[in-house]
């Protein structure tokens, strides 16, 4: 493969790249506008306050999402085995190992506590508490299981791109 080739597929990764950093910020300013405006109408001191954690932790989301952004190539003479090394680096951070993994626990902790904070908040006011919260719990189990589908499926699309990468670098 050329040298403009591989310029080219690095490129067109970055390209991907900041558009799905675009949307992840774009649902971070979503959520902001509406966790406050939850809180404003929360019928409670405790859901507000459940509302306001999830307000709270939105930039540090949208924090996590821009670190995950791949730095700009080089636009100097370049080899192309240097370029392929930058690229296999580049789809080697999208992976998620054990260390991402704690960090990633670390992140869901406050959504959960959130969500604990205001499910508590509504207990109370409701009637027939189980039969309300029950499509909101199995949200949330959805939710969570199709995270884990989703994380599974990164990581074994990385392992494939990375194969992929260094057959490249082979041939």
Same mark, same amino acid.
């Given at each position: 493969m050329t040298t403009?080739?591989?310029?080219?597929? @690095? %490129?067109? &990764?970055q390209t991907t790249a900041r558009r799905n950093l675009c949307i992840g910020l774009g649902v971070c300013v979503l959520s902001a506008?509406?966790?406050?405006?939850? +809180?404003?109408?929360?019928p409670n001191a405790l859901v507000r306050i459940g509302d306001l954690i999830m307000l709270a932790w939105t930039p540090g989301m949208a924090w996590i999402i821009w670190c995950r952004l791949p730095p700009r190539a080089s636009l100097g003479e370049?080899?192309?085995?240097?370029? $392929?090394?930058?690229?296999? +680096?580049? @789809?080697?951070?999208?992976?998620?190992?054990?260390?991402?993994? +704690?960090?990633?626990?670390a992140v869901m902790l406050p959504i959960f506590a959130g969500m604990a904070v205001i499910l508590a908040g509504i207990w109370p006011k +409701?009637?027939?508490? &189980? @039969?309300?919260?029950?499509p909101i719990l199995i949200l949330l189990l959805v939710w969570m299981? $199709?995270? @884990?589908?989703?994380?599974?499926?990164? %990581?074994?699309?990385v392992r494939d791109r990375l194969r992929e990468i260094d057959v490249l670098r082979e041939g």
């Open positions: 403009q080739a591989v310029r080219m597929l @690095v %490129n067109d &990764y506008g509406f966790f406050a405006f939850c +809180a404003r109408i929360a370049t080899s192309t085995l240097g370029l $392929i090394d930058f690229h296999r +680096a580049q @789809v080697a951070r999208e992976g998620w190992s054990l260390r991402s993994s +704690a960090t990633l626990v +409701a009637s027939r508490m &189980y @039969v309300q919260l029950l299981v $199709i995270f @884990v589908l989703q994380l599974r499926r990164q %990581n074994r699309r």
